[in-house]
């Protein structure tokens, strides 16, 4: 029998907490599981830093990965023998599912913010170079690693194929916001996935939903809304996130400057570079990035130290809102008694934006344009889905942007009380 | 006001997936969260290895230790008031609580088989010694430190203390079957805790349930036995464990043979020799753990690069019932065939064999003896919960052992299908 | 001690499915369950109809007052203690939690519409008349009663009491959200009102919510909204009361016109004069009210009979979109083919509005304005919930009318397939 | 296309709580849900009179039945294609798990006590006699009413789809203990149910459970004995019963010597004669009956009156725990205390014995033997699971008997505390 079509002699079951079991029939998913580079996904939180505000959100991009797979295949199985859908495609969808997250890193979003690197580059790189991941994608067929890095790449001709993986209403979204939910433990998160995959059919290009369904797709953009503002973007989120930023800035600023280094930081030598190959990317994962942050701490360099300390020991930054456009002359008076204080301000004074696009946001670490979702009315006609839903339409395209200002609260209040920099510095934030 | 009075501005509360919110208002809990050394423990699995089975079972002890505390401060809610029960010993109970497992160290039962450690002892050693946590401690009171250092040692004068924290019944266990069974997704583990809760009472030097709740507390019972052979033996989670065992042994019999690491393993070496200091205890978590697996993959002994790689890329060993008791020819008979495959038979033909003690068995990595369970009657008699319970006096310390043999399936596979070596073995393994 | 001061001598617990357990210390509260008025609830269903539609939505309103009590108990528990909150309202709150319910009949709003009832009427009554649970509200205090009737009438003085018990975020709608969506199962319904109740805050004359608690009142909203929508205003539900409506005017009209029953309707005769007395008006719960309906199957009146059938046997008219003002040629033209088919269109051919008014709507059988949200900002300012949340804002105050014609389509399509009556009325609804 | 095999145009699905869906494909199925019959069972609660002791239990046959069909399609579901099954038993099966408990009456157990009945036998009478259900099941094959009568009563010679619908692990079962532990709101009644399916094997005379799933359905029986012991045999809900069955004894008794009804229990009267017909005993169904309680409570005869006031309001007997085999004199002391005190002991005085029988134990209102379950070791061997299980063998069999007393301690307290009988009595009950 050919690879492509083999079975496994008993179907193997995940058990999962969201979709309470994963099932495995096919040989080659099998064996992709068991690759070294999907492996890895395991040494990578799928929440980053998030886990320093809600203890529960230590989970792994292993376990969504198993999750976008399990949820794609169950849309699959309701498409069976539905008009457009090409039962051919089955595999390749599979794959794309499993495989799609396969390039992110350690805290994808910052160290690809300061090295400039882009995750779904690697993916691609994973898919198509030398690795276990390959050589199973090649028995398949030829051209199958391309095809299956096509539609991660969105660029693969069958569209509907690609909407599954990423579209406004994609399995990668459906199984991370009940993933994160889950293990967060927040309230929000819920939506009837059963029903939405019930009521999508696939159409010529895209997969689209029954108007039927509309409250329930309403009910999971809501969700998504909520996870953004409750989860996603939670100020002490970001504050983890910038102090991770800055430990990596000044690693590198630092080599750079020809700083002697206790412990010579080998793994991120060609990340300093901005030009890591891929062996050297999968080599660094969490625990690898970790064990550096911990030796660092006991660094010459006060500020490499103190950050590392302050990520690995949890002491965060505090927040006030602050809006530096409108408060320009505040920022620079507070830039210069940081600097007065002894406070290297472009580390320790920190504004974080986030922003948000409600309905077509995409997730910090995310990018790209996806789909808009289109509801089947009863007369076979599409309708975008905010032209339909009130709700909607209200988050829709509106970009609302939050503005914090990150500091030390601690080393301020060991100052002196008599400090007038001090005093000052207070003045400003509190008023 | 006095430290060990003093209450927070503002309750703060943690979103905790299993016991929904964790409140705390008291200043002395909200800084020893905020120590070095117990925010260490979220570089620690709460299930070691586990992970490798049940994808889910990613969260820490730092996880665990909030729940413990929030259970006893809920059992000490509904305490309040009733005899026998002396509310100064409330602050005692909660640090105790949050600090009971401060001591453990990466994949705790592997290191303290192979390095002769005892996790206890670190907890001990953290609260009595030069730490933040002992700071901490020491302000509340002199001698509180030994306080909180004898009710985790049980031998705290006030038993029913003691019994609060570790007995049969205790919140430590109760935390824990919820919380495993909460991130494995299994649908063991569930209990009535909250009525639990409700009819516990506080004896002189013990607590006990009331009798009208005896079947939930048979709940409980039945809930650990099935965690314990669904999930904490599960022979997948023993085979990584094995796996793990062999890596420190192998390292630890390398450096004393003067074998030249690529890496020297500097957070190793006071491990290897026994006697690590506090402060190298508290440097080897589970990120510099991996972080030396992946470089000893990198390393020329054969043995070590392998075992590492398995355990790194969950390439596990196989499995099949084996008594070496009963099969002692078998077991000399593969011990050669192994040597002669090129296959060290101390690494890669490895028996483990598990005992479970239902009720009164104990968890792995947990040793002594706890206090069983006692109910109290309506003529306020107490009765020991084996007595009234047939389905508890069932499974009462009965013994099960099951043994397994471990070893590398796919190493055999590879050799040649020509050769006797492998085809005896294969005979004296599946018949 | 005074009755009103008594406690239980050991807390009573109800098993919840909603809130897990239901907790009752006080003797009052005790002696109120158990009046012959408040156990009649267990003969009124929570939610009419509705179990014609979700076949698990058979809870009565003796459940969603017991739950409305819960959560007005822990309001109060986290009240304790603050600003604006005088404890000694607290019995007078649970009282009014416990009994606002009191006065609804069998399918209120059917029964109310046709016989020109008001189920608050008969609260007030019931409250203050000469019933079991008015001699126990007189034990308390001479004016305990008209205390009640007025918290609950919303005209007592002190109004953050009243908002407890009706407000736009009162206990009565977290409680009916939450119940209706669990035994309906539906995914709605879910918000997190362990984190509504720690944020609340007693002011002056109303409930308020602390501002950081802003998306979880969202998410409370938006449930309502979800599930008036996916349940309340079900069209299967509004097909069941359409029928019902047309029994109740069918009988009316019958013994208006001195029709002779087979069986008297006693139980009915006064609300056909539409004074019943109270005795009477409690006298007719679910349970008599079905037992006529299965009597009345047998009548010889063929409307009546069938209709009668239809309800019991959930033989429902099936609907059609349909705008009596925009179409209401159509309508005239099918008035009389109805006629001409030997179908009476005053019982067989109706058309029902539903209107929502979400955030400011109100429920079927509901009415009058309640207070809107306020948030209690970091400022001590209040703002109104609209004001500070877009989605919130794009759904309040915007009326959706939605109507339908109900039909039997089953006796349509008995008729003869040549019939020029049936092609005409079959070519106007469906084209 | 012939009946049996007409497919709905779009699958119809049911929201159901415990299930999330059901989903009805087939016509067969469709048109007997809508039979007057089936809807009749949801005027029958599935739980009597526990609804008086948890307040969620309000939930009805209706329910439960389809919750067998959904368990039995998805049984089948996954039997497709596997050895010893027979695809076209499909249907069979199907109509036998739908249509397993419609010979239910109102409160079973009591009514088939006092008026000897058997429910299986209508059953039987509605499958096989002039009903909608059989003249849907008659379309189908001439044959098939009687083979789906076979089935539920355990004569089809296929006796592997019997076992699917009666054994000691069938859909029955299943379904219920989830049901019923669902709306009671308790926290037994939790397993494993997709494990349990997954592992399930058909082979030639009965449906088997793969050995690897032993813990799972350990997981049930632990279920089952929790409900039993928990919920069903509650010593609460047996005081309704023993109310209930007084009531049906009184009306019977009273009618037999002669006593003029005000209401003629003309629904009643072929009860009282022990003979109902067909057509009588569907009419009398939960509504009927409480509306003749509460019609009975204005009656002139004071046992009767009492009794039905008592069971409409909730004023349940209380109960002490009492031996009638060992406490023989103080039995019969009270009888005549009870005549004394004019309180007719034959029904004011009861003694109630539940017993069970873990794990081979039936459910009250079920009767007859189960198959037990068997598991399919991996040697294609079977062994009966309490052989290889500790924990089923430690509750099987085994026979525990419960005596309680039942009696009106109300009526007992209202008497002068001077009376000597009063004295007597509560000196025997309390000592």
């Known amino acids: 029998m050919a690879y492509r079509d083999e079975k496994l002699s008993e179907e193997k079951v995940f058990k999962d907490p969201v979709h309470r079991y994963v099932h495995v029939r096919e040989r080659v998913i099998w064996d992709l599981i068991g690759t070294s580079e999907f492996q890895r996904l395991r040494r990578i939180k799928q929440l980053g830093t998030s886990y320093l505000t809600f203890h529960g959100a230590e989970h792994s991009r292993f376990n969504h990965s198993l999750g976008v797979y399990e949820i794609v295949r169950r849309i699959i199985e309701n498409f069976n023998d539905r008009p457009n859908w090409d039962n051919e495609e089955r595999l390749l969808c599979l794959c794309a599912a499993l495989l799609h997250d396969l390039g992110h890193g350690p805290f994808s979003h910052s160290f690809e913010k300061v090295f400039k690197l882009d995750h779904e580059d690697f993916t691609q790189a994973i898919?198509?170079?030398?690795?276990?991941?390959?050589?199973?994608?090649?028995?398949?067929?030829?051209?199958?690693?391309?095809?299956?890095?096509?539609?991660?790449?969105?660029?693969?001709?069958?569209?509907?194929?690609?909407?599954?993986?990423?579209?406004?209403?994609?399995?990668?979204?459906?199984?991370?916001?009940?993933?994160?939910?889950?293990?967060?433990?927040?309230?929000?998160?819920?939506?009837?996935?059963?029903?939405?995959?019930?009521?999508?059919?696939?159409?010529?290009?895209?997969?689209?939903?029954?108007?039927?369904?509309?409250?329930?797709?309403?009910?999971?953009?809501?969700?998504?809304?909520?996870?953004?503002?409750?989860?996603?973007?939670?100020?002490?989120?970001?504050?983890?996130?910038?102090?991770?930023?800055?430990?990596?800035?000044?690693?590198?600023?630092?080599?750079?400057?020809?700083?002697?280094?206790?412990?010579?930081?080998?793994?991120?030598?060609?990340?300093?570079?901005?030009?890591?190959?891929?062996?050297?990317?999968?080599?660094?994962?969490?625990?690898?990035?970790?064990?550096?942050?911990?030796?660092?701490?006991?660094?010459?360099?006060?500020?490499?130290?103190?950050?590392?300390?302050?990520?690995?020991?949890?002491?965060?930054?505090?927040?006030?809102?602050?809006?530096?456009?409108?408060?320009?002359?505040?920022?620079?008076?507070?830039?210069?008694?940081?600097?007065?204080?002894?406070?290297?301000p472009d580390y320790y004074l920190v504004v974080d934006s986030s922003s948000d696009l409600p309905y077509d946001f995409y997730r910090p670490g995310e990018e790209g344009e996806r789909l808009p979702i289109h509801l089947l009315q009863p007369n076979q006609e599409l309708k975008e889905l905010s032209r339909l839903s009130d709700i909607v339409e209200s988050i829709s395209g509106k970009k609302r942007t939050d503005h914090k200002l990150y500091l030390p609260l601690d080393r301020l209040e060991e100052m002196s009380s008599r400090s007038k920099t001090k005093k000052r510095i207070m003045e400003i934030l509190y008023g």
Request: net charge negative; with cysteine; aromatic share 14%.
């Open 127 to 344: 898919l198509l170079g030398d690795t276990e991941v390959n050589h199973i994608l090649r028995q398949v067929e030829k051209g199958f690693p391309k095809k299956v890095a096509d539609v991660i790449n969105k660029t693969y001709e069958n569209k509907l194929v690609v909407s599954l993986i990423s579209s406004q209403i994609d399995a990668d979204r459906m199984d991370y916001l009940q993933r994160d939910a889950y293990f967060t433990g927040v309230s929000y998160g819920h939506f009837d996935m059963e029903r939405i995959l019930r009521v999508m059919r696939p159409m010529e290009d895209q997969v689209v939903v029954k108007e039927s369904g509309m409250h329930a797709v309403e009910d999971y953009i809501m969700s998504r809304y909520q996870m953004y503002w409750q989860v996603y973007f939670h100020p002490v989120t970001r504050s983890a996130e910038v102090i991770l930023s800055k430990i990596l800035h000044r690693a590198k600023e630092l080599y750079e400057n020809g700083y002697a280094f206790k412990l010579k930081p080998i793994h991120f030598l060609s990340f300093f570079a901005g030009e890591p190959t891929l062996k050297e990317y999968l080599a660094l994962d969490e625990s690898v990035t970790l064990y550096y942050f911990q030796m660092w701490m006991e660094e010459d360099d006060p500020v490499l130290s103190d950050l590392c300390h302050r990520f690995v020991n949890r002491r965060l930054f505090k927040y006030i809102e602050f809006n530096p456009n409108s408060q320009m002359n505040e920022w620079m008076e507070l830039y210069k008694l940081f600097q007065k204080a002894g406070l290297n």
